[in-house]
């Protein structure tokens, strides 16, 4: 339900801004080289002012579900507030997305085709 | 690049608030009683040089990111986690600089940390160590007793180690100094522990530890050296190391046999069961750590067997729990108290310091409590869970919590928790060790700090148990009283065993209310790997402080 409602957010602001804009619909990554991953890892570390990120383990090819994954506790972190972030990927027309599930927040991702799942 | 352009930026401005002030001041030099130029004698002295950003203003702090990364010896490459570090040239000054602005922006107690000049200081962890706060609390302990820092490289490792070498033991050290009392408080399933020699298990609960590769245990490492040669033998660094064994059993049985260490996986629930007692079914779940992603799967499978059996009592045993993961925390409290005690209310509210207003002052995000989590989160992207899935609950009002002086943060954040929506916690065992803090640990050049940065507080707007929540007939000063009964471990029987005393208490107390008769409190050191050690207090070299520190408990 969240991310129905993230998802619809992303789409609504995404509409409000472009006029006659195309279908924005849920995807998944057409390349799931290293090269690629790499490419997403930089930008989606970027969206969220980060130097790094590391992903979860989902195949990215066939989820429209972007996972950041928490690094692991350190042995003195016994009161944690970490938690997994994650993405939807969708595509509008040409251009490929991710939305923040939490804040809403789109990212367009540059050189990274994805198609509609 | 941006911490470059505000270093700019400062000099700048700097520069431009220098020009302001000579401007104000007529300008550099002139004046009505200036000298003509024909004059003889000697210029005047150059004026002072403007304040710099490491010049020392009481009371004054300029923007910690100013100073951010700015290293006396900046690291160049990679770190383990291929990530590149970000250190720049700069200088000590910049580093202390920095440490003291975050200090006032992050600390929680930052109006209680006097301001020393940077300056006056040549080392750095000389200088975090003191940026904190004197206060002593009623009960004679400190406010901040879990201060500390580690080289970041040593932190990296440690949370990166693929490797867990260990002979899949947790210890209860009953006697820290000689005579030594060292027990094996639970075992790891399949580790070498529970290997089988001639017949029998090796290291299992209660079992006491006497020499170990023949040195004597009880009554030897009485030097600092010996020491540390001591906790190698305990807390192995490397598999494939054989060891020789002298224990003793309960019964007193004298036992030797050889184990050779190897990679230990942590397995987050100990024990599970359901005792019946007439019509009723009580659950028991031990319960270790919220540590490692894999506990989230590990507690919801548990409750959902409890649920499957209709349980209608739970006994969670927390006696050996550190915390961990404060969103699994949520998720049991969830899964004990069910939707309709806990919608709408709050697992745990942060509280930062006075200057935070609504934001975390660590990222700059919005301060937003923790619910009661009521659906999968799936920490573990490799877990058979589905993200969103709804967590199944036992909707009770009460539940009894086996504790001791290991059941910290996390752990505490439940009975909070659940105390601030009128869910009875009835605690059996002994006072938690109190620590209602919590922390995001920042590197600066190579060194990690942790300084407490929030308190967490339940949906009455209360955390101020420092001094651990207490079974309700321990003769306790401070602290908050719990409803329960004071209890020691009983290391002569299994965990889930229901004459093990602890848990023996709960049935009792479920019963008719009362207590067994005050048994005297064990002084409940658990140690591993992940755990304190009191072995001898004045010791202070980094590893005995690193795995005394390791639960946060160890400090007080």
Sequence with gaps: MIRAATLCIGLVMSASCQSAAPAAVPASLIDGSTETIETLKTQIAAALGRDHVTLGQADLTQSSTLTVVPPPLGPMEKNSTAMPIRFDLFVEGDNCYAINRVTGEKTELIDIPCRAV | ???????????TLALVMAGAVLAACGGGGGGSTTPTATSTSPPPPPPPPPPSATTWQPGVFAAASTFKDQCANP?????????????????LAEELFWLRSWTNETYL????????????FNDRIAYFDVLKTDVIEPSGEERDDFHFSQTTEAFLESRNSVGNPGYGVEYGILQGAPPRDIRIAYTEAGSPAESLIGGEVALSRGVKILEINGQDVVNGFTTDPEIDDLLELLFPSANGLTRSFRVQDIDGTIRTFDLVTEDIVNEPIQSTGVITVGADKIGYVAFTTFSPFASEEAIIDAIQD???????????????NGGGLLAVAAQLGYMIAGPAQSNGKDFERFIYNDDAGNRN??????????????????????????????????DLNRVFILSTDDTCSASEAVINGLRGIDVEVILIGDTTCGKPYGFFPTDNCGITYYTIQFQGANDKGFGDFADGFFPSNANNTFGVSVPGCQVADDFTKPLGDETEDMLAAALQYRIDGTCPSISTPVTNFVASKTGPLSIAPSVRNERYYLQNVRDMSMPK
């Design chain 2, 109 to 120: 107690w930052n109006d209680e940390v006097i301001d020393r000049d940077p300056n006056t």
């Design chain 2, 306 to 320: 409890m649920s499957d059996q209709n349980v209608t009592d739970l006994v969670l045993d927390l006696r050996y």
């Design chain 2, 361 to 394: 002052p660590v990222d700059g995000s919005l301060n937003t409590p923790f619910p009661f989590i009521n659906e999968v989160i799936k920490f573990d992207d490799a877990s058979s869970l589905v993200e969103g899935a709804p967590l199944p609950s036992l």
């Design chain 2, 1 to 11: 690049m941006r911490r470059v352009n505000l270093r700019k930026v400062s000099s």
């Design chain 2, 75 to 91: 690291r160049t490459g990679v770190d383990i986690e291929n990530r590149p570090f970000p250190d720049q040239a700069g200088s």
